[in-house]
């Protein structure tokens, strides 16, 4: 009797991890872990598109993610191109997301290039109203 091969990823063309899963192992922890935020349909299946189209890689900086260890600076997160907006989601390291916080894309590559001409030619980096921070101040006592 012929064995019959397991099922490629849906997702990735890496062999299913059984034989009734559509998905790998690590494309499912990923979409379970999409699931469990509960992100909008159309920001799911944009995220699914990009990874099937780059694999799993950094939005901003087309690195390879870490998509095992959680501890990982590398690790793949869920970051929000608009803060706190769920219908623009892409994916990144877990340090980018941290640096990007509360700013849009567009003022973390502001103070990205900021960053840079200070460090190559001591240049001052200019200030600009952020649109997404309102962070409470804390109360002095």
Request: net charge positive; hydrophobic share 35%; charged share 35%.
């Amino acid at each position: 009797m012929l064995k019959k091969p397991m099922p490629k990823c849906c997702i990735c063309g890496k062999p299913g991890f059984s034989k009734h899963s559509e998905y790998c192992l690590v494309c499912s922890k990923f979409g379970f872990r999409m699931k469990m935020r509960r992100y909008p349909h159309k920001a799911v299946r944009a995220i699914w598109d990009y990874v099937r189209k780059n694999g799993y890689v950094c939005y901003y900086t087309k690195m390879p993610l870490e998509m095992k260890n959680a501890k990982s600076p590398w690790y793949c997160v869920f970051d929000h191109l608009v803060p706190r907006n769920d219908r623009k989601v892409v994916i990144t390291t877990a340090l980018f997301n941290d640096m990007k916080s509360d700013l849009s894309e567009k003022e973390f590559w502001f103070f990205i290039d900021q960053l840079d001409k200070y460090k190559k030619k001591r240049i001052k980096v200019k200030r600009r109203r952020l649109v997404y921070w309102d962070r409470l101040i804390p109360k002095e006592y």
